[in-house]
């Protein structure tokens, strides 16, 4: 991959933001933080109409910043959902069917097209497809023919570097993640379409000097307390103190004393944390996919930060 960017000079700013997935039209979960180089603490960015953010004002917004990094150095974005289905382990997408989607561009297409008409970008129509619907463990039957507990190959990197998200067809519980990926990936195609090669969306795309505005990698926050061996269950990341030794670890000035994180479940210190994250991340080589996992990262995405390397065991944990 061609690219200029080596330390955090190479950014403008950094935006994390946590994703909502939810059938609703604004979310007090979605929640977005920016960061400037430096060690600055990342400051929440407040909706621009409302109490609470429409995933739509995310796009809106996004192309904003995208417009306004014309001609500067472009912005790194953080968003948390899955840019991607399992690939790797059964080379396909969706196995059983010749119909799969071939690459990562035409999914994205796809499950757009499906949720044509869903407002605020919704996804939940592919799980009551005729075919599509048989891979997703969702309501109201909360079974599929063709659902199995599939990981892609970050995941498995992420679980053996200290935690690793759901399952991308698992659509049920209080750790679903599929809903808010097929609501993200709606985003991504969109964006492709209104910004082109102005956006990057890694690891799929370059990122170009004098071209590239807007790059847009994977988060999954809760990994970034895992990974300094903190354990953020039961909204411990809203405590000041806990979200601050965090924010040290990423070399970050710290949230005031009576800081009160926003969102049903600390969504906000998600969203802080992500962009520190971002920050720090972005000074090293965190671009360069390692040979032995980048033709899988080129068809299913990579969680940004997550170490290049696979457990010994791997082809037995796909």
Known sequence: MKSRIADSSGFSAFLGIDWSGAKAKSHAGLQL??????TGVPLRISPPLSKYWSRQQVFDYLVEIAENAKGKDPVLVGIDFAFAHPFADKHSYFPETDLSPADVVSLWAMIDQVNAGQPDLYGGAMFRHAIWGEYYLAPPHYQARHYASRRRVTEIAARAAGRSPSPTFKAVGADNVSTGSL????LLNQLKQQLGARLSVWPFDAIVAGQTN????EIFPSFYFYRLGMVPAKKAAADPAFLNQALAGYGSDGVSADFRAMGHDADEADAIIAAAALRHFSTGSSFCLSADIKLAARQEGWIYGVPFTLPDDFLGML
């Open 33 to 38: 933080a920016h960061a400037i180089p430096g």
């Open 183 to 186: 609501a993200g990936m709606r």
């Open 214 to 217: 807007l790059v847009l990698v």
